[in-house]
């Protein structure tokens, strides 16, 4: 059974920094495309970041590139996402998923998700 736990949410003032995380179990985690997405109240679901099986190749979307940071470590099977330089439209419930197809920023392309971890930025 596959299992992804995202840790690492919490407040934080504009500004600050978080680092999530996002540990896999159930799969051959190296094998499989990691993204983040997000979703605040009252909007849909957003890619944030995805990283592809060897950890080269990275994407963002435009709102957070520079700010933000994917990585994983294969042999933790965990994902990344250092978060500097948060703004108060940040504020989301972040989502870690695991895919086999690409574009990366692609939600429907992911078809396993984790339960998500709470970013709350105050101005």
């Known amino acids: 059974q596959v299992q992804l736990v995202e840790s690492g949410g919490g407040l934080v003032q504009a500004g600050g920094s978080l680092t999530l995380s996002c540990a896999a179990s159930?799969?051959?985690?190296?094998?499989?495309?990691m993204s983040w997405f997000r979703q605040a109240p009252g909007k849909e679901r957003e890619f944030v970041a995805g990283i592809r099986m060897s950890d080269i190749n990275t994407y963002y979307t435009d709102s957070v590139k520079g700010r933000f940071t994917i990585s994983r470590d294969n042999a933790k099977n965990t994902v990344y996402l250092q978060m500097n330089s948060l703004k108060p439209e940040d504020t989301a419930l972040y989502y870690c998923?695991?895919?086999?197809?690409?574009?990366?920023?692609?939600?429907?392309?992911?078809?396993?998700w984790g339960q998500g971890t709470q970013v709350t930025v105050s101005s």
């Open positions: 998923a695991s895919g086999s197809y690409y574009p990366l920023r692609t939600a429907a392309n992911f078809d396993y």
């Open positions: 159930g799969r051959t985690f190296s094998s499989y495309y």
